[in-house]
């Protein structure tokens, strides 16, 4: 579903990630880890048109995205929940949800998506009609992930979805990704967690300076000493 080849993002004369190689094939969760600083956020802004790569070539779907802006994108079914939330703060849940599926004008559709996000996050229906803002930092990632999720996307990028939240959230949260993985979206997770992420996800990449150097699927990359030493503090 996504191939990236020798992909460059550089701000300035600075390059954040070398040429990397990788690929989400149709139905996989894919964990993409390393340090703070590795590239890996460069990465899905690149891959989701809201950085413009200095070079390479990213194709999705059977067609060349690289360079395509993020609305474009959104249209073709590839959707990302950024770091950080990013919800719109003095608009309430519903709202918020709302945005996500302005793509769509089917409204019994639409309200099914509703419903759909409703019930992947209760919390999100007793809290409708608050304002995002007012939202813990938890119900805050839950609002994004099911904002992304309103314009059904076949593609979704995760990006440090666990950041700064309570271990109880973490596990819900995490929760919610199998739960969607199991609806068959395809997902690349930008994960700090690395453990949690390699249990979750099929296949990984470990990232360092910019550049890819390992990947393999997720139970010999969690048994790897390499990745133990670096990313799971054994």
């Known amino acids: 579903m996504l191939s990236v080849h020798k992909l460059v993002v550089a ?59 993020a609305y474009h994108l959104v249209r073709r079914g590839l959707a990302m ?14 709202e918020n949800l709302a945005m996500g599926a302005y793509i769509h004008d089917d409204k019994s559709a639409i309200a099914r998506d509703f419903e759909r996000a409703y019930t992947l996050f ?34 979704l990028l995760l990006d440090e979805p ?5 271990p109880l959230m973490v596990q819900k949260i995490f929760e919610t990704v199998r739960a969607v993985a199991a609806e068959g979206v395809t997902m690349l997770l930008v994960e700090q967690n690395a453990k949690l992420a390699l ?15 390992l990947a393999d699927n997720a139970k010999t990359l969690l048994s790897s000493p390499q990745v133990r030493q670096a990313y799971l503090g054994e």
């Open 162 to 166: 666990s950041m700064g939240l309570a």
């Open 11 to 69: 701000y300035g004369g600075i390059k954040a990630v070398k040429g990397i190689d990788l690929e989400v094939r149709r139905g996989e969760v894919v964990a993409l880890i390393g340090a703070n600083g590795a590239g890996k956020s460069s990465t899905l802004k690149a891959l989701s048109g809201l950085l413009k790569p200095s070079a390479g070539r990213i194709d999705y779907d059977g067609a060349e995205i690289t360079g395509k802006p």
């Open 122 to 155: 209760p919390r999100l229906a007793e809290r409708r009609a608050q304002p995002a803002g007012t939202l813990s930092g938890g119900e805050q990632q839950m609002l994004a992930m099911a904002r992304a999720l309103m314009c059904r996307p076949r593609l």
């Open 199 to 213: 249990e979750t996800c099929d296949r990984g990449y470990v990232m360092e300076s910019g550049a890819i150097v």
């Open 81 to 94: 929940v950024p770091e950080g939330r990013g919800v719109f703060p003095r608009l309430t849940v519903a």
